[in-house]
């Protein structure tokens, strides 16, 4: 293991630390959780024996703590959601590459409702807007990759992601979710 | 008008969403995304809404792959079918630079058919099967085959392959007993998936990854996600267990057969997958190494004599065509060809 480059992302995260704990606030409105998730965060950078060559080192911390805010706020939103993996220290920390949970097949008949509303949504958006935004949000691909098989540009991607979330969430918070 | 203002901060919301989402978002970006949170609780809670609404779909695909013994790929009980996508010849087992992005395609048409599926089954309760199967995948040399798994995992296995799947319903289990494999995991935190390449172990959650497993060596290579390798037992001899390593996109384990511990080292995660596409991309490498890899596709193996096994060559090679291969090889190193019925002798022009 290279722990050069692990103690070098571990100083970023102390040179950010008052910086991302800004950010956590102001997403979850709470210093304290703030705080916590922080913390969370520390430990897992010092036991995750990370050797890799993290490019962006700044952005990488930024979406860790995203990551860990999202994973957060579903274990309180979602607290009926039985799920003895969470707690799992490798599980969790996979979910900084964004693995979600699996609703639980008893979750509300309501919520089902809305799911098929919004995949069906999904079904209706113009050709190539649905297109990228299966390749990207449900199947995970790059937006680089996208850009590449789509032939279009990141940028234009983007766009094509953004304009179906647009859409997609209006149609989820019409119906309740 | 309060409609109106709503409307457009979901607008916000989801731009922000999107952007984030971008490998190439900055950090001047999380700082402008900080100060719009900031700015209006609305804000933030139209974020939430996107959140909540992924959060949901994030899980779909898997959930109906799950379960979905009437599709086109009727899982594990069949032998599985080659890519058979609209791009690809019907019964190809042998995808080429040019059905690469028929494959593509593949994905995303099959995604159509998951969504749809998904209308159909869900609100069933049971999503998982208890019985589980074994099935194994066979690649000869010079073929490469694209499986699709019951969990709507994929595993594109390159030449001169064996890969055995047992799904069970606490784990997805499967072994690479030689070969070349890329996979691209479903995600399932309450179902991990594993790959056993003998000494070692590997555990994944969801992410694409391509395990090289030779008789001298095996590699393990992440182009996303995380994945974790651990040593499958103890050795006898080993005083202790080596630890789990636990890899991130762009680096590669290997091991070397006898060697209790492998080392890491960083690769361009664009070329993990390069050889998907029939190509073999080289910087500086050894020509005994480049042959060894030649080797595993083609069945007249090549061998390299004298000075010339200590060439390096930088370029790419394609793995459908020997001669094109081996006219490269020779051209941009000076080399002679000789032939024999039973192999290719490489040596330094005179």
């Known amino acids: 293991m290279d722990g050069s480059v692990k103690s070098s992302l571990i100083d970023a995260y102390l040179a950010q630390r008052d910086a991302l704990k800004r950010f956590l606030t102001a997403r979850l409105r709470s210093e304290s959780t703030a705080e916590d998730i922080l913390q969370d965060m520390y430990l897992k950078l010092e036991r995750a024996e990370i050797s890799a060559p993290v490019e962006n080192m700044s952005a990488f911390l930024y979406r860790t703590a995203n990551n860990l805010a ?103 918070r019409e119906d309740g979710g | 008008m309060a409609m109106e203002r709503s409307d457009k901060i979901l607008e916000q919301a989801a731009q922000w969403h999107a952007r984030l989402s971008n490998e190439t978002a900055t950090e001047a970006d999380w700082l402008d995304f900080t100060a719009w949170l900031e700015a209006d609780d609305a804000n933030r809670l139209a974020y939430d809404h996107i959140e909540d609404m992924m959060m949901d779909m994030a899980a779909m695909p898997e959930v109906t792959i799950a379960e979905a013994p009437a599709t086109a790929t009727p899982a594990a009980k069949a032998p599985a079918q080659p890519a058979n996508d609209d791009a690809a010849p019907k019964g ?68 001169n392959s064996k890969l055995t799947v047992r799904f069970g319903e606490k784990a997805r289990r499967t072994e690479l007993a030689y070969g070349e494999a890329l996979f691209n995991v479903a995600h399932n ?41 651990s040593p499958t037992k103890a050795e006898p001899s080993a005083k202790k267990i080596a630890p789990p390593v636990r890899l991130l996109p762009g680096l590669q384990f290997r091991r070397d057969e006898g060697h209790t511990a492998g080392a890491v080292s960083k690769v361009d995660p664009n070329t993990v997958t390069s050889w998907e596409h029939g190509l073999l991309d080289y910087d500086a490498a050894r020509l005994i190494d480049v042959v060894d890899d030649l080797n595993r596709y083609y069945t007249t193996p090549i061998r390299v004599v004298g000075k010339a096994r200590d060439e390096r060559f930088s370029g790419v090679l394609k793995t459908t065509d020997q001669e094109s291969a081996l006219a490269v090889l020779a051209g941009g190193l000076d080399l002679k060809i000789e032939r024999t019925d039973k192999e290719i002798v490489l040596s330094p022009a005179d």
């Open chain 2, 92 to 159: 190809a087992t042998v995808i080429d630079a040019s059905a690469r992005f028929g494959r593509r395609k593949m994905m995303i048409t099959a995604l159509t058919a998951v969504a749809a599926l998904f209308l159909a089954v869900f609100g069933v309760g049971n999503f998982r099967g208890p019985d589980e199967t074994v099935q194994t995948y066979i690649t000869n040399r010079g073929e490469q085959r694209l499986v699709k798994l019951a969990d709507g995992t994929t595993v594109h296995l390159n030449t």
């Open chain 2, 189 to 229: 935190k309450t179902r991990p998936f594993y790959v056993n390449i003998g000494s070692d172990s590997v555990r994944v959650v969801g992410t694409v990854f391509n395990i090289l497993r030779q008789t001298d060596a095996v590699k393990v290579t992440v182009a996303r996600g995380i994945v974790e390798v």
């Open chain 1, 70 to 172: 999202f994973d957060h706020r579903k274990a309180n939103v979602r607290r009926k959601l039985r799920d003895e993996a969470w707690s799992e220290g490798t599980v969790t920390m996979a979910g900084i590459e964004a693995v979600h949970d699996v609703p639980d097949a008893e979750e509300s008949l309501d919520a089902r409702r809305t799911l098929e509303k919004v995949m069906t949504a999904v079904e209706d958006l113009p050709p190539q807007c649905k297109e990228v935004f299966k390749a990207c949000k449900l199947k995970g691909m790059t937006y680089k990759d996208a850009a590449t098989h789509f032939g279009v540009s990141t940028g234009t991607i983007e766009k094509h992601v953004s304009k179906a979330l647009k859409h997609l969430v209006q149609v989820y």
